[in-house]
């Protein structure tokens, strides 16, 4: 039985749900199961909300006749595949674990992982393409690694069944803005309970633990014997070790911290300055240290201080753009993207055999990945020395598998040598010369294999168009002096360009009109 609680968390919010609230909802579960033949799909990331709603609706099927359950539910979950590996193996174990608890209690719950594609993958985008690292108006990550295999799984059910119902543990007390956000979409709700999609036609969203609070949260886990076989305690000391002083108090006194503030997710995330619910992890607990290793890579990659300096001073189509007569900076220097590679396989493999014997066979990055980036590296940026298979067997200690691979016959690596202290030789001071020289060749290369010419003269003025700069400082004059001349002829031009009021801009300034990135 659920207790009335009077206690508070960190945001004095006391208990308000009871076992009369909790048998309530269970009811109200179990009528919309039954009121249509729409099937079910429930967001599960692992963490306490939505254990908690998929917690309240189990239990709720559970009571109903095995010839009332007719419809699936769908259990999904979003592997970004830069998850917490700790959060990431809690997940997979527990769903393997509802999946042989759902046949046997002969529930209609199935499960499914959702992965990003293989060209929207974090470390294709960031190691392969050169994205800069996601901040707050360059955040290219989120579409890409969740809301996408998400919104593809949901297409896929509604032209299956025309429709279909997400249940979500989203909680107005989450956020004043989330609250805003559920009472607009309230007011809009096509059925009792269920509110429209935003962005979605045909489905509805159900949040059955809309008005509850982190504490009512962790009564409900702590008091309901998880019905999956799964441990709510083991949960409960997952947040408590995400947490600084490796506490979590539920309703004890005011200004405690609440073990809903711990934040699982993505281990590159550098949308917060410091990952401090890792950080805890690996202070709170030894057996955690070897997660340090992923912390010291994300802060440094995450580095915002001197990131201008690892990047190319052109934007990802070539082009130029300023503001206060200062280029913005676009993808990662052919440099930074291999030394990033090398260290992300190093702790890859320190982990693998030195780590924990769960994560003997944890992938940081996967075989497909490195694939993938090696193309992009080779076939779009022009790199034929083809660098990737060296730099994966001079670590993991074993060549790199990829047998779909055809590899140029006329330039290799000894031949990128020769022509890069050529050009060296000739221009010293020519920042660009080489990549010019390889993109060029690359690109003439390329076409003595095709039948038909077309396009190359277009891709050659292309290269040479993005190449000809001596320098960042030669670039910038050039720019700054066609924005000056398009403002003298009274053409359309970028008025920051030539503006120095502000000084030097911020990273956010530099990515407000970034285009490169946000696709």
Not at 131 to 143: A, E, H, Q, S
Not at 147 to 153: A, G, Y
Not at 269 to 298: G, H, P, Q, Y
Not at 360 to 370: A, H, Q, S
Request: net charge negative.
């Amino acid at each position: 039985m659920v207790e009335k609680y009077v206690g508070c968390g960190a945001n004095n919010q006391e208990v308000t749900i009871t076992k009369e609230i909790i048998d309530g909802l269970m009811e109200t579960v179990r009528n919309l199961y039954l009121c249509d033949d729409i099937p079910w799909v429930i967001g599960y990331s692992g963490g306490k909300d939505s254990t908690a709603t998929l917690e309240l609706i189990w239990l709720a099927l559970s009571e109903l006749p095995k010839k009332q359950l007719k419809k699936q539910v769908h259990i999904i979950n979003t592997d970004t595949m830069v998850e917490s590996p700790i959060i990431s193996k809690w997940v997979q174990n527990s769903l393997h674990t509802m999946d042989k608890a759902a046949l046997s209690q002969g529930l209609p719950f199935v499960t499914h992982r959702l992965t990003p594609s293989i060209d929207n993958t974090f470390w294709v985008n960031l190691i392969g393409r050169g994205y800069p690292f996601p901040r707050k108006k360059i955040r290219w990550c989120t579409d890409r690694l969740k809301i996408q295999p998400v919104n593809t799984f949901v297409k896929d059910k509604i032209a299956e069944h025309g429709e279909i119902i997400m249940v979500i543990g989203t909680r107005k007390a989450e956020s004043a803005r989330r609250a805003r956000t559920m009472a607009y979409y309230e007011k809009k709700r096509v059925r009792e309970l269920l509110s429209p999609n935003q962005s979605m036609v045909n489905e509805l969203v159900f949040s059955p633990l809309e008005d509850w609070n982190d504490n009512d949260v962790w009564v409900f886990l702590m008091q309901y014997k998880n019905p999956w076989g799964y441990s709510n305690k083991e949960l409960l000391t997952l947040y408590k070790g995400a947490t600084a002083d490796n506490e979590c108090p539920m309703m004890v006194e005011r200004g405690l911290p609440s073990c809903g503030k711990s934040r699982f997710g993505c281990w590159v995330c550098t949308m917060v300055e410091k990952d401090k619910s890792m950080e805890a992890m690996i202070s709170n607990d030894d057996e955690k240290a070897w997660m340090s290793a992923l912390l010291e890579f994300r802060n440094r990659f995450g580095d915002e201080q001197h990131d201008r300096e690892r990047r190319s001073f052109r934007k990802m189509q070539g082009y130029l753009q300023g503001s206060y007569k200062r280029l913005h900076h676009g993808p990662y220097k052919k440099e930074i993207r291999e030394d990033w590679l090398k260290e992300l396989l190093e702790i890859q493999k320190d982990i693998n055999e030195n780590g924990p014997e769960e994560f003997c066979d944890l992938e940081l990055i996967t075989i497909p990945e490195l694939r993938h980036i090696r193309r992009i590296w080779v076939n779009d940026k022009h790199e034929f020395d083809d660098t990737l298979p060296g730099i994966y067997q001079d670590v993991m200690g074993k060549e790199f598998d990829d047998p779909e691979w055809i590899a140029p016959e006329a330039f290799k690596s000894e031949e990128w040598e020769i022509l890069k202290s050529v050009v060296e030789e000739l221009y010293p001071n020519e920042e660009l010369a080489f990549e010019m020289a390889y993109s060029l060749i690359d690109i003439e290369n390329h076409s003595n294999s095709l039948n038909q010419r077309k396009g190359v003269a277009d891709a050659l003025e292309s290269c040479i168009q993005r190449t000809f700069y001596k320098d960042e400082k030669d670039a910038t004059e050039y720019y700054l002096s066609q924005m000056a001349r398009k403002k003298d002829l009274g053409g359309k031009y970028n008025e920051k360009a030539l503006d120095n009021t502000y000084g030097e801009p911020t990273e956010d300034e530099e990515s407000d009109e970034d285009e490169d990135f946000g696709k």
